[in-house]
Structure formats: C-alpha cells, structure tokens
C-alpha cells in the first residue's frame, strides 16, 4: 500500500515524467513563403482519403505512404506523421534532412495562404493549431524536405 502513496507522490511532483507534450504544428521555419522557395524538395503530395465519417488519412499521390491523419489522436485534431522517428515516412536515404516542411493545397499544387505553411524536425510529429469538421480539411497536404543536414 506504501507503493501506491509513492507512486502518487511521484506522478504528483512529475506529472511531465508520466505525460509527455505532444508538438503543436507552429514552427514557422525561414519565412512565409512555401518551402520550395526556400530550397526544400517536394516529397509528396498527399491526398485526404476519408476512412469513414469520424476518421481520414492523407496518403502521398502514388504511394501508401501515410504522411498525416485526422481525429485519431482527439477530436477534431489533423495530426502530422514523423518523417523520420519511430515509424516514419521518410526513407532512410532522404533523412539526413533536418527540417521538414509542410503546407495545405490543393490538386494543382496552390498553397492554402490562410494556414501558412509548418516546419518540423525530421523526428517531430505534430498537431496542427487549428480543430477542423471534416468538411474543413484541406484536399491535400504537401511535404517537403530540407537539403541540409
């Protein structure tokens, strides 16, 4: 029973030991404009695929490559993959990088100026500011990677 007073005792004094942050999507990295500007090399253009009416996944154009998901992490919350941790989509060949940028767009490759564009670490996930209905969600989400270790 002494155990459980303890373990409460810890949690209590640190609770960031027991639940850890997760990222917010608000690095703005090198400057308002998309990273191809900047340098950066597409890797994919991943497309909203609805799984049904609670859930989607965007998935690279071409590929099976899952690079983000929508209210599995919680309600609401558009969640960015890892390129490049545990379970991530970069290959180990395009990981030296170590920036990552992400922008909302459409089939045409435009760029959603409303949400700006993210940059994350290659061994960041995150979840976007903003909370979407699934009518809200962007058609497409475009990734790009740095060129520079």
């Not at 998309?34 to 609670?54: M, Q, W």
């Amino acid at each position: 029973m002494m155990h459980i007073g303890v373990l409460a005792a810890l949690i209590v004094a640190f609770p960031s030991a027991v639940v850890s942050k997760h990222h917010r999507c608000d690095f703005q990295g090198p400057g308002g404009y998309p990273p191809g500007d900047y340098g950066y090399l597409l890797f994919c253009a991943a497309a909203f695929h609805k799984v049904d009416d609670n859930h989607a996944r965007y998935i690279c154009d071409n590929t099976t490559t899952q690079v983000a998901d929508w209210n599995y992490l919680a309600p609401q919350v558009l969640e960015i993959g890892t390129p490049c941790g545990d379970g991530g989509f970069g290959n180990s060949d395009q990981c030296y990088a170590k920036l990552w940028g992400i922008c909302f767009g459409d089939s045409k490759g435009i760029f959603a100026a409303s949400q700006g564009c993210r940059y994350l670490g290659r061994k960041d996930d995150c979840e976007w500011l903003q909370r979407f209905e699934m009518a809200q969600l962007p058609p497409y989400i475009y990734v790009f990677r740095g060129q520079w270790t």
